[in-house]
């Protein structure tokens, strides 16, 4: 065999023989450069750039793909510790048998540009394959339309490959280096080496406590403001950190201050427990701490993909309840029937049927609410504290709602989408008036009290109180407005017809009568919120799009490093069996010692992940508004529902991988 051909031959024949740790991590590194490489093409195809909204799925996809960049490289790199700490007996064997560090390296190097060049290819050609697929389902959730078509892009190629390449060279650089510094001797230890025991655990412990103690107390005191997406990223990155310090410290203190427990500790059963989990908890407590990141990330993922699926008509239904709104001039009021009559006549023209049509006078001003009195706005204002107020008649009101209020001079009705104003009275710039009542819902809105668009709506007595008092917060000819919403049923070119007519017809006076251009003429403003509806629809689509990404990533990790640490567990415990049983232990205890032991191990990343999901669901709650999406006891439900199933998928994986773990012991 020639030279040149024999490092080339040997780093595929290593990569054969150790196919059942390579393989999975080859398929993680081919599904992540997938959906990035997936994520790329979308961003680069022309089609993104004249779809209707599509600026909205574009910003997303960027996003997620700057999250799918950050998340992948330490991920990898975590992994491809695993792999090299799998190979290093072997690698101390060539160093023992004569073969040079720098042939190791070469082999090294071999081996990644063969692994580099099977992930590449791979991920491509699914690309190729299934990149149309993944843009029309894209399109599918998103509500775009689905005739457009697909492109492919080799930029999307080049930048992929840029970017694995990068992560390649990062793990090779560190494989060479750990194998370079390390004598033979350690290189055949080395895969039965654990991780180093922290120094300093009571350090470790606190800074852990305080950092997870920190994220937990950002998520807690969360509220809907300018810095709630900077609190966000801040919990999460306290809460991860902290998280490794959990397990690489404070475990390791609390077992061992079990230990220090000598009536305690020198108990059969406890013994062999807890010093088996020091042992384990000092030798894979970083590999625990990942399952546990990765757990959470699943089940907070899935949590905000249902919401988000459940609730996407119904918030774009309280957003939007009406297809068209137009508002006329106050004085068209007098002309109530005429209008609604045209409206009912355009709609029975363009073959529509009206599924809801409401009417009334108002007046919009904005005010700053100290206490319990409303002024105008100025310079330095709390912004929080700035509200829209919504002024219209009780004889309106009463129409609407179907009730029967009766107010005298100077008291009104009240209601607010947001928290209860509370009191019975009300100031207005300079006039004080009473709160008769304050009332739960208006039209098709309800109150949510963390609304991220709070404003107030007061019924006054008649409309010389309401004029009076919109005059005090706006300019002295201020009039009122008589604001129209029409919903319908039917075709949505028809829609659209009756929506031009509608909005149009009133100031071309070769289509209507003298009488109709008087009525129609007082539009002052007309609105089609059938785009706005297919706005968020797009929002919420792309989010889902994204969330079912992640969460499948999520899920890969987390199942390959559950995977990975069922391998180390074997290997190690198949010279434990071996020495509790020169010890005098019976094959029976010493399977249910250690059964235990890993039981406990597996369990508690779950737990720990389980308390981290119910925590940070507060901050999540606190995003969602900012999504117009208040129905907290459906996402406690969802909540619930998924922490559940994650919990017995996450028992199934266990039971799965652990095939691996009992495989290598009973050999």
Avoid at 496 to 525: H, K
Avoid at 579 to 593: H, L, P, R, Y
Wanted: include cysteine; glycine fraction near 6%; charged fraction near 20%.
């Amino acid at each position: 065999m020639k030279k040149t051909m024999l490092l080339p031959r040997m780093a595929i024949q290593n990569l054969k023989n150790n196919a059942n740790t390579y393989l999975p991590y080859i398929l993680a590194s081919v599904f992540g450069l997938f959906t990035y490489f997936s994520f790329d093409l979308l961003m680069r195809n022309d089609i993104m750039k004249y779809l209707p909204k599509a600026a909205y799925a574009y910003m997303l996809l960027a996003v997620g793909r700057v999250l799918l960049m950050i998340i992948l490289v330490p991920f990898l790199y975590y992994t491809n510790s695993f792999l090299i700490k799998r190979r290093k007996s072997e690698l101390g064997l060539y160093s023992v048998l004569g073969m040079e560090k720098k042939h190791m390296g070469g082999m090294l190097f071999l081996e990644s540009l063969l692994m580099y060049g099977v992930v590449v290819v791979l991920s491509t050609l699914l690309g190729v394959l299934f990149g149309k697929l993944i843009f029309l389902i894209l399109l599918n959730v998103t509500g775009m339309p689905v005739d457009c078509e697909f492109r492919f892009s080799i930029q999307s190629v080049l930048y992929s490959m840029l970017y694995y390449g990068v992560i390649c060279l990062i793990n090779l650089f560190m494989n060479l280096v750990q194998v370079g510094k390390a004598s033979p001797v350690e290189l055949l230890s080395g895969s039965s080496k654990g991780e180093k025991e922290p120094k300093h655990l009571w350090v470790g412990t606190v800074i852990g406590l305080l950092l997870t103690g920190g994220g937990y107390y950002l998520a807690i005191i969360a509220k809907v403001d300018m810095w709630i997406y900077t609190n966000f990223f801040f919990a999460v990155l306290l809460v991860v950190v902290g998280t490794h310090f959990l397990f690489t410290s404070t475990s390791i203190t609390f077992l061992k201050f079990l230990k220090r427990n000598r009536r305690f500790y020198y108990k059969r059963d406890n013994f062999t427990v807890v010093s088996g989990m020091l042992y384990r908890m000092k030798k894979n407590a970083a590999s625990l701490a990942n399952i546990c990141v990765f757990s959470a990330m699943v089940m907070i993922t899935f949590i905000c993909t249902v919401c988000v699926v459940a609730k996407v008509d119904e918030v774009t239904e309280h957003k939007y309840p009406y297809e068209f709104e137009m508002d006329f001039q106050a004085d068209r009021k007098a002309d109530r029937e005429a209008i609604l009559g045209r409206a009912n006549q355009y709609a029975e023209e363009n073959k529509l049927t009206i599924k809801r049509m409401v009417d009334y006078e108002y007046a919009s001003v904005k005010g700053t609410l100290e206490g319990e009195s409303f002024r105008l706005r100025q310079e330095g204002d709390d912004f929080t504290m700035m509200f829209y107020i919504e002024l219209l008649t009780v004889e309106d009101l009463n129409r609407l709602q179907n009730t029967e209020f009766t107010l005298n001079p100077g008291e009104v009705v009240l209601f607010t989408n947001g928290e209860d104003y509370g009191s019975n009275h009300i100031r207005l710039m300079d006039t004080d008036f009473t709160v008769k009542e304050e009332i739960e819902s208006f039209l098709l809105d309800e109150k949510h009290p963390f609304s991220y668009s709070t404003y107030y709506l007061l019924a006054f007595c008649n409309r010389d109180e309401l004029l009076q008092v919109a005059r005090k917060f706006g300019n002295p000819q201020l009039d009122t407005k008589y604001f129209l919403g029409i919903s319908t049923e039917g075709a949505e070119e028809d829609k659209s017809n009756f929506y031009y007519e509608f909005a149009n017809d009133g100031a071309n006076q070769t289509l209507v009568s003298p009488e109709v251009e008087r009525i129609l003429g007082g539009l002052l403003e007309a609105r089609d919120n059938r785009q706005d509806s297919e706005e968020v629809k797009v929002l919420y689509g792309t989010l889902v799009f994204i969330g079912i990404f992640f969460g499948a990533i999520f899920v890969i990790f987390m199942l390959l490093i559950l995977y990975y640490k069922q391998i180390v567990e074997g290997y190690e415990d198949k010279r434990n069996y071996e020495i509790m049983a020169k010890v005098g232990m019976s094959d029976e205890e010493t399977k249910q010692n250690i059964s235990k032991q890993i039981k406990l191990t597996f369990l508690l990343p779950l737990a720990v992940a389980t308390i981290h999901t119910l925590v940070g669901m507060n901050m999540v709650k606190e995003l969602f508004i900012t999504l117009e999406l208040y129905d907290n006891h459906f996402v406690n439900l969802c909540t619930l529902g998924v922490c559940v199933v994650f919990a017995i998928f996450y028992g199934l994986s266990y039971k799965k991988t652990a095939k691996a773990y009992y495989k290598i012991v009973k050999h």
